[in-house]
């Protein structure tokens, strides 16, 4: 089992890794002492995994509740959160008590915003079951859900107790999903760390076979790495800003395509065409390009993506001017495993890269 800590001021939260990290939930919530538990999952998650949750907290005495809403994006609004208020006053959670999400990234940042607003906060606890999940939003406290128009417009940093990420609940993810996060993993990679990126090629069999003994030491990095730029910059003032890698155009491409494209596609999408600009603009090696392509392509990144015209897609990617008081938002590669922020590049530079990949 891997143990990472998340060094927020104030309060620092540990980060269990593993096959079968979930036994250790129990003890957590005792050490937190938590009085009661309010779950939330999804009807899919919760169909698999919701009696294994709650036996091994009711187990110990732990009073546990449950609460099963909509799969994937589709819950994560305010209506959901509604929902979730509604059930945290249904089993009168009092600030003893604890959410627990177990799920994807949806349900973590549905239920860990409603933790965040109900008794103007209560503490959460992640279980993650995506690999996205555990690699990337279970860590860091960005909580929140979505309106009709705008993905996350609403919500609130507010870190979890603990995050608890047991590698066995991997093994029902469907393919798609769990090949996607690979596009976050690889970014950590290329923008942070050449060690993980060599550790990608290395073990890319186990990976995909998704072997307990090859992900647990990966998913340990990636969070050690976000748990680093988050402990320096909670707010994102800064430093947090390297792990948008990818996510210029990669955001810019899930919005021209209405969310067809998987978030992690995306990014890979994205990371293919940051590196790109760095070449052209003699950042980078043109090297860098090739090894960043063959370590996503071992994973099947970025992979077929929504057919999108060229003129949307770059007329969703954020231009300097527009951007406030100038500040540029280019998270460009110069070598595997280092990239630098905030990075200047001329939209005839982006339009041109951009042009020879679109899909
Ligand atoms: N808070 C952050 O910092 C942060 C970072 C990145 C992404 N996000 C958010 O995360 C969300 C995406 O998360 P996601 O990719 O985990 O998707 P998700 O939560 O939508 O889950 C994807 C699907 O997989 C199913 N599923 C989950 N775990 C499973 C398992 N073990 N077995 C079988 N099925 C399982 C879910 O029911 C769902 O249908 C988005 O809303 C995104 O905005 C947040
Ligand atoms: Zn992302």
Known sequence: ??????????????????????????????????????VVTDLTVGGIWGEAVRDALTGLGIHAS????????????????????????????????VVVAVGGGAVGDLAGFAAAVWLRGVRHVQVPTTLLAMVDSSVGGKTGVDTARTKNAIGAIWQP??????????????????????????????????????????????????????????????????????????????????????????????????????????????????????????????DLVRRQDELLAAFGLPGALPPVPLPDLLAAIPRDKKRRAGRVRWVLPEDLGRARVGVEVADEVVAEVVGTLAP
Do not use: W
């Open 161 to 286: 107790s603990a995050v608890i990420s047991d590698l066995a609940l991997l093994a029902t993810l469907p393919e798609e999903d769990y090949l996607a996060a690979f596009g976050e993993v690889v970014k950590y990679a290329v923008a942070m760390d050449g060690e993980l990126a060599l550790r990608l090629e290395r073990s890319c069999d186990g990976l995909l076979g998704r072997s307990p003994a090859a992900l647990e030491p990966v998913v340990a990095r990636c969070v050690e790495l976000k748990a680093r730029v988050v402990a320096e910059d909670e707010r994102e003032a800064g430093p947090r800003a390297i792990l948008n890698y990818g996510h210029t155009v990669g955001h810019a491409l899930e919005s021209a395509s209405g969310y067809r494209a998987a978030h992690g596609r995306a990014v890979a999408f994205g990371m293919q065409a940051a590196a790109r600009i760095a070449a052209r603009l003699g950042r980078c090696a043109p």
């Open 1 to 38: 089992m891997a143990r990472v800590t998340v060094a927020v001021p104030g309060r620092p939260y540990p980060v269990l890794i593993g096959q079968g990290a979930l036994q250790e939930l129990p003890r957590m919530m005792r050490e937190l002492g938590a009085s009661a538990a309010a």
């Open 66 to 97: 449950l609460l099963a809403v909509e799969p994937g994006e589709r819950a994560k609004t305010l209506d959901g959160l509604i929902r979730v208020l509604e059930f945290l006053e249904d089993v009168a959670l009092d600030r003893q008590g």
